[in-house]
């Protein structure tokens, strides 16, 4: 095996969890290596909708070791957590290689082998940072593949334009489905479809309050023995955009249609309607399918954890995925507890495996 392929640790992905699990990292060792199945650095930002704006300020959403730059016009643009995340790749020489695409994971003898489609890796611990943009979440409903309108996924939508003069559904009851129909409600005929009633924030509130409050009770939690509470991080944020949305009094949500027509949806009273387009602003699953091999990824795409350390297979960790691999590890400021952790384990790990057996 060529001895450039041969690694004490390889982190899958170089995104924002990525590169935060590798600012630490490399205080303990310089063999290791970040794969990244993209083209450019950024992450799944590359892919967001034109006008996606981060919540919090960029004091308050940034990697650890460097605050991102503060936005030229209020909180910061797709494109500029893509161009900090870019910078953050250089000024930390992070070592990344692109565009790498694992395929799968297979362990044999204390390694790890990766498959890819530039060949094979393999390494002694494994880092996996993938996020979850990749696997975009879609529900099913009754005759939703004859419907013969648009259908995309939040992961999928760019811009308004597409819809412009259209009968357009909404289907979430998340930050992202909020902002998407703030604009899509200025040049299309929407409706907002939840499950639920959507929870909004007071106008005064951003994410940075948002997750500091969500951190008390996080860490109240963690101090009395009790299990997190869930949520915290799932209401809506009052950004511009979706004030703007409330005072054209556009922010009503209806409960979910129960099938698909050709041509449009069935309301739970069994009234059609006749609709041009849906999108669907329903989450995503972890992006883990290259692990399948392993035997450790569950029915709903995770794996058991302790802390960011899979519970199944020795030398594995996840980092990045939400709540179940750290409270608020998905979130640029979130990620850092995570990324430290995760770091210090893998260290100690490899530092056993490197120590003499005595008899």
Aim: aromatic share 10%; glycine share 10%; charged share 20%.
């Amino acid at each position: 095996m060529n001895a450039h392929r041969h690694f004490d640790t390889i982190i899958i992905g170089g995104g924002q969890s990525g590169l935060a699990t590798a600012y630490h990292l490399r205080r303990y060792t310089s063999n290791y290596l970040i794969l990244d199945n993209q083209p450019q650095p950024g992450g799944a930002w590359q892919h967001g909708w034109d006008s996606l704006r981060l919540f919090s300020p960029a004091e308050a959403s940034s990697l650890p070791g460097w605050l991102m730059p503060s936005a030229q016009e209020g909180f910061p643009t797709r494109l500029e957590v893509i161009t900090y995340l870019t910078q953050y790749e250089k000024r930390y020489n992070l070592p990344v290689l692109r565009p790498v695409q694992v395929e799968t994971v297979e362990h044999h003898e204390d390694m790890f082998v990766l498959h890819t489609n530039q060949g094979e890796y393999r390494t002694r611990t494994l880092i996996c940072a993938t996020g979850n943009w990749s696997n975009p979440y879609w529900p099913y409903y009754p005759g939703q593949e004859l419907f013969s309108g648009t259908q995309l996924h939040s992961a999928q939508y760019r811009s308004p334009d597409e819809f412009r003069g259209k009968k357009v559904l909404i289907v979430g009851a998340g930050n992202s489905a909020a902002q998407i129909l703030a604009e899509v409600s200025r040049v299309a005929t929407t409706q907002w479809v939840t499950l639920d009633e959507p929870n909004f924030l007071p106008d005064e509130v951003d994410g940075r309050q948002l997750f500091q409050a969500a951190t008390a009770r996080y860490n109240a939690a963690q101090q009395d023995g009790s299990a997190p509470p869930p949520g915290g991080l799932e209401t809506i944020v009052m950004v511009p955009s979706v004030k703007e949305a409330r005072e054209r009094d556009v922010l009503h949500a209806r409960r979910p249609f129960i099938s698909l027509l050709p041509d449009g949806v069935v309301w739970p009273d069994g009234t059609p309607e006749t609709i041009d387009a849906i999108i669907w602003c329903t989450g995503f699953r972890p992006a883990l399918h290259f692990l399948r091999p392993l035997g450790v990824v569950e029915e709903d795409g995770k794996v058991a954890t302790e802390g960011t350390r899979a519970s199944r297979q020795p030398g594995l960790w996840l980092v990045g995925y939400g709540g179940w691999t750290g409270f608020a590890s998905a979130t640029l400021i979130g990620v850092n507890r995570s990324a430290r952790q995760t770091a210090g384990e893998v260290n100690e790990y490899l530092q056993k495996q490197a120590a003499p057996t005595t008899d």
